[in-house]
């Protein structure tokens, strides 16, 4: 496989899932902000930004929910943005045409088509609603419709790392708020995770538990570890260990520590410094799509199509 068209298959998974991420960590922010009427709106929106990854408005500007929906939904030039991240994700497609089939291709472009009318005509909930049915869609077709190769496990390697990253941001997110932050029920229903959450702990409902099920759980595919694994069997695959061991820089050693540090810390240290964890979780994120990035998409062409950063 050429290298552009692995490269673009990687950034294809890697912001179809940026954006449902972004959608979900969006709808539970917004929608804690209209429930809490004594909720500090600036301060909320500011750590949010920040949390994202966007650059908050400066002191004399008032950040408020229409600034956060501005920056990280509705801006289309902004790689970080859901409808940046969906345009993004289009042109990529584009580019890798020859490998994708037609329905996922038909999918991408459509999403992009309909993005217009669908930031001007329909409130921010719905905008979220369809851009996670959007990425939904994405996922089915390219599970059903894609060969077991390279082209796979490409795709589900962008979006293992993205999953991995935008999670640790949503935890982060309600660390740093507090008590003035999203419930951990709350995030667990903007991940589609609450009903596996009950199932599991037989009904039990604290935050701790709901923690660790969202860092955790072998099971669930949106918590770090699932995802953090997921991608090491996608480098795996792609380049089976041979008896000489991994390199240094090797993405799968990057992403063994992080999952390491993550699966063999006692809880209650874990859940003490969540805020600096999650941080080394996202670090981890960068280092390996960098070490991939050499690895398999060595050019000394700027690829200005590609935002390898929030």
Known sequence: MLSRIAESLFWIGRYVERADDTARILDAHLQYLLEDPYLEEEAAC????AVMGATPPSEETEATRATVLDVLAYDRNAPGSIAGALAASRENA??????????LWECLNTTWNALPSRIGASGPHE?????????????GITDAATRRDETLQFFLLGRSIERADMTARLVTSRTLAG?????????????????????TYRGRDSETLAAEFLLLDRLFPRSV???????????TRLAPIDGRGLREEDARKVLGRVRSRLEYQPLLSLLSSLTEEMAAVQEGCS???????????????ADDWIGDRL
């Open 225 to 235: 570890l699932f995802s953090l694994e997921q991608a090491e069997r996608c480098l």
């Open 179 to 199: 008590g003035a932050g999203p419930g951990w029920m709350t995030l667990l229903r903007s991940c589609g995770a609450h009903e596996a959450f009950l199932r």
């Open 94 to 103: 584009r580019r890798a045409r020859e490998v994708l089939s037609s329905e």
């Open 46 to 49: 500011r750590a949010l930004l």
């Open 127 to 139: 905008y979220f609603a369809w851009v996670r049915e959007r990425a939904a869609i994405v996922g």
């Open 287 to 301: 280092d390996a799509s960098d070490a991939i990035r050499l690895r398999y998409f060595p050019s000394g062409v």
